[in-house]
């Protein structure tokens, strides 16, 4: 599979119709904030990636948009990194249609920075070895790389490929996160740790973990 590096691309505005981190989601009419099913309540927003219908990415026009809720109100309390403990979600929406989300006013609900995101596609090789060839050979750190957007999961610890909740069958991955590039920008995922977002698209389900 073809590796797609997500790189930091600066600042954008917090309601970009962009891959990002932090800033406030895009939502279609009708969402709902996603609460925490330990704590009741309202989750973190991580991400917003622009992803395709097949498990290629890269290759056409985003046509979904997976967004990511992580919660934070008591780090580790709520069993955030289990794809099916309630205190993740991922959603996925139609990519028209789209307004920012009304914010819950209490809560741990956004990163303090909106990081941009550039995809660029490289190889066959493994994510760990075409994000550091492409540190070395831009000049710039390790940790501007944000993840990666399809391709396969390098995995911390061993394969946790959820399945989908409708249909039973293994979901396809879409993403992998580092934790972020500074303290302002940074995702919890248990200190150096990598999130892994997975779709079943003909459902519409989304789910998310993390490892470290």
Known sequence: MI????????PVDDQALATRTGGVPLVPAG????QCGACAGPMQF???LLVNASRTQGTAPAERILSIFMCQNDP????????????NRALLFARTGLTAAPVPAEGETLLPETCGIDCTTADTAPYPEVRSRWSQAQGRPL????????????????????ACPSCAEPM????????GRDHQTAMNFGGGGCGYAFA????????????C
């Open 143 to 162: 940790r501007d790389v944000l993840g990666q957007l399809g391709g396969a999961p390098s995995w911390l610890q061993h394969d946790e490929t959820p």
């Open 76 to 87: 580790g309390l709520c069993d955030e990194w289990d794809p099916v403990a309630g205190g």
């Open 172 to 179: 396809s991955f879409m993403a992998q996160l580092e934790e």
């Open 31 to 34: 969402f709902v904030w996603p």
């Open 200 to 211: 079943c698209q003909p459902c519409e389900q989304g789910s998310f973990l993390w490892q």
């Open 46 to 48: 991580l991400a917003q």
């Open 3 to 10: 590796t797609t590096l997500m790189t930091y691309a600066g």
